[in-house]
């Protein structure tokens, strides 16, 4: 299959697909494992050895069911940071509307357009390129062009100087907001980790192996449910390690009610 060549690949297709996928993977190698090692290892010399199997593969399970609790935690907490920096950069771009409203006519205009453009160019050139795997710097023109605005202006009165010093600090967190957002984009689990989970979760399912059970589909039947567990917890943390990849990235909806707005 395709999406093995590379872990990022499994984006390009349906979550359900991918964990259907997984599912049946999981299962058929279970029932393979088990099948093979009743002609290796007869039933009753694993039944013999039960009570040192179990008591192994309890430690195993536990150290495989922390590790793989620890890599979920990770992607959940990359997931709510993800969301977190694109909510801030959203109101960081009101913020940089509203410090505008006191400014002359000329430049408050000029700001509206930027502010628009740069809208525009996260919603439909970034966000589809972030949903790719791919991080772009499109929207670094907007923010320089709304920064050499704001130094520009002149002026007139202590509100305009007031709200061109708001100006500078709004444009100044949009543009670290965009960074923290470019940087969760960017920031994925790595390789090795993916290698170790399912290496992991390999070497239980061949440990369960050496349990034996005197009912050949009793034993078939466990090792399926042990190998769907460890599935679906997969399938969690496929979802949320990559936040603006796959069927449930965050969304454009801060933007675009940022862009609605500006448009009233």
Avoid at 23 to 42: H, I, K
Avoid at 45 to 73: C, E, K, M, P, Q
Avoid at 184 to 207: D, K, M, R, Y
């Amino acid at each position: 299959m395709n999406m093995f060549m590379h872990p990022s690949m499994v984006y390009e297709y349906p979550l359900w697909h991918v964990g259907l996928l997984l599912a049946f993977c999981a299962v058929l190698g279970t029932t393979l494992l088990e099948l093979a090692a009743r002609r290796v290892l007869p039933v009753d010399f694993r039944r013999r050895h039960n009570d040192v199997a179990a008591a192994i593969l309890a430690i195993i399970g536990v150290t495989y069911a922390v590790l793989i609790a620890f890599v979920a935690s990770l992607a959940w907490d990359g997931y709510n940071r993800a969301k977190a920096s694109s909510s801030q950069e959203a109101v960081a771009i009101v913020d940089v509307q509203q410090a505008a409203t006191g400014l002359d006519r000329a430049s408050q205009a000029a700001i509206y357009a930027q502010l628009s453009g740069y809208l525009q160019t996260v919603i439909g050139t970034e966000w589809p390129a972030q949903a790719r795997g791919h991080v772009v710097m499109a929207g670094e023109g907007p923010i320089s062009t709304m920064y050499a605005i704001a130094t520009h202006v002149s002026p007139a009165t202590a509100t305009e100087t007031n709200s061109q010093a708001q100006l500078m600090q709004a444009v100044a967190k949009l543009n670290d907001a965009r960074s923290d957002r470019l940087l969760s984009a960017e920031n994925t689990i790595p390789g090795i980790v993916w290698f170790v989970v399912c290496a992991g979760g390999a070497l239980t399912l061949i440990f369960c192996t050496f349990l034996g059970a005197p009912s050949l589909w009793l034993q078939l039947t466990m090792g399926a449910f042990l190998a769907l567990s460890g599935v679906l917890v997969l399938i969690l943390i496929i979802a949320l390690s990559n936040p603006f990849r796959g069927d449930f990235r965050v969304s454009t909806a801060p933007y675009e009610r940022a862009l609605a707005r500006l448009a009233q």
